[in-house]
T-cell receptor, first 112, second 112 residues
Framework: EPEVTQTPSHQVTQMGQEVILRCVPISNHLYFYWYRQILGQKVEFLVSFYNNEISEKSEIFDDQFSVERPDGSNFTLKIRSTKLEDSAMYFCASSGINEKLFFGSGTQLSVL | GQQLNQSPQSMFIQEGEDVSMNCTSS?????WLWYKQDPGEGPVLLIALYKAGELTSNGRLTAQFGITRKDSFLNISASIPSDVGIYFC????????????FGGGTRLMVKP
């Protein structure tokens, strides 16, 4: 069964450093998303991406965040200057036209 | 932002028992999704509901989309140890694109 894959599974970084989280969505999907989950809390929407542009973004997705689809298969989330409070599990998701979102296994980001 | 109130927050049940959890909102959602999350993993889609009043089953799982479009429930019949995990409801609203709003989750523990 096709799945969303994310790399790395764990990322440790120093505060102020840039990180790039990578995702390969399901190949025939058109919508791509990033969500995050702070430990013990609910999953929160960050951004959705369709037709090579951001379609929705939340208040969390400030100027420190950016997304890119550099080629036909990858979808990346960049955090330009990480803060302690960016520590969370980051989930990539994708969907086709039926609004069923499929999530990857996540990247655990730890900012020290 | 819009809130989904999910209850109960946690349940500790005996293997073989039936389980029921629900989500309510003050806002209308046009799609309800139910996910299960295992520790360290991404949410896995269990059931998707698209129409008010819709009742859908997936094996031992049954979910319903409330008539008012402001609530949904998930039932698990004859629970087994591998049902352990956190169950999340998630909703999509008409004017929010594909941005999912998640409930706070129900942590299910099953005693063999």
């Amino acid at each position: 069964e096709p799945e969303v894959t994310q790399t790395p599974s764990h990322q440790v970084t120093q505060m102020g450093q840039e990180v790039i989280l990578r995702c390969v969505p399901i190949s025939n999907h058109l919508y791509f998303y990033w969500y995050r989950q702070i430990l013990g809390q609910k999953v929160e929407f960050l951004v959705s991406f369709y037709n090579n542009e951001i379609s929705e973004k939340s208040e969390i997705f400030d100027d420190q965040f950016s997304v890119e689809r550099p080629d036909g298969s990858n979808f990346t989330l960049k955090i330009r200057s990480t803060k302690l409070e960016d520590s969370a599990m980051y989930f990539c998701a994708s969907s086709g036209i039926n609004e069923k979102l499929f999530f990857g296994s996540g990247t655990q980001l730890s900012v020290l | 932002g819009q809130q989904l109130n999910q209850s109960p927050q946690s349940m500790f049940i005996q293997e073989g028992e039936d389980v029921s959890m629900n989500c309510t909102s003050s806002s209308i959602f046009n799609t309800w999704l139910w996910y299960k999350q295992d520790p360290g993993e991404g949410p896995v889609l269990l059931i998707a509901l698209y129409k008010a009043g819709e009742l859908t089953s997936n094996g031992r799982l049954t979910a319903q989309f409330g008539i008012t479009r402001k609530d949904s429930f998930l039932n698990i019949s004859a629970s087994i140890p591998s049902d352990v995990g956190i169950y999340f409801c998630a909703g999509l609203r008409d004017n929010a694109g594909n941005m999912l709003t998640f409930g706070g989750g129900t942590r299910l523990m099953v005693k063999p």
